[in-house]
């Protein structure tokens, strides 16, 4: 994949905005703070192409990124962010309608390698199984571990999830590029079936 060729495409705020051209789309999915957005940009190896914010919440809207003849998904993130209810509740309906258009080639679900699995991060993962969605999981934040930490945090991050051995979990970091080519790895093995 030339990631040379990739450029912002569109930034869809309902299911009627969604690109009418299907090419794969591969789904980067995971609570507000996770760094979502950072994932993008380090995979694209681009500093702002997905815009990052200073405080969880920045997504809001179902962002697509073409690249390569296909699309890099940023979702609005779950669970944690100083936004009112109200605007919770549109993103968890687009979500949902993203969901429905059955869309998702492949989907990233990254989670915080510092903690266990929330409980959000557990339902995704189930919703993923239970759909036959192929996916990665990225511990993003492995530099914010100590080098110690790291082997017992993935356990608890693979056992949570009770991912199968055939899973990748990826020990990830969007700041300091660790994990990036395996991840990358992972996206072209499953558009290349």
């Avoid at 919440?57 to 697509?64: E, S």
């Avoid at 059955?102 to 409980?119: E, I, K, N, S, Y």
Wanted: charged share 25%; glycine share 6%.
């Amino acid at each position: 994949m030339n990631v040379q060729k990739a450029e912002f495409l569109l930034s869809a705020a309902s299911a009627e905005q969604f690109p009418k051209t299907r090419l794969p789309e591969i789904a980067f999915l995971g609570k507000s703070n996770v760094g979502k957005s950072s994932a993008i940009n380090c995979l694209l190896r681009r500093k702002q192409i997905a815009k990052v914010g200073g405080k969880p919440g920045k997504t809001v809207h179902v962002n697509y990124f073409l690249v390569d003849g296909c699309y890099f998904v940023d979702l609005p993130g779950y669970g944690y962010a100083q936004v009112p209810q109200s605007e919770k509740e549109r993103w968890a309906k687009l979500m949902e309608q993203y969901f429905a258009a059955g869309r998702v080639d492949f989907a990233v679900l990254l989670v915080d390698a510092r903690h266990a699995p929330t409980q959000n991060d557990i339902t995704m993962v189930n919703w993923l199984k239970d759909a036959g969605c192929p996916y990665s999981v990225a511990a993003n934040k492995i530099d914010r571990c100590k080098k110690s930490e790291i082997p017992g945090n993935l356990r608890t991050i693979r056992e949570d999830l009770a991912l199968p051995d055939s899973c990748a979990l990826i020990p990830f970091s969007a700041e300091k590029g660790t994990g990036r080519d395996e991840l990358m790895r992972s996206i072209l093995a499953a558009i290349a079936s």
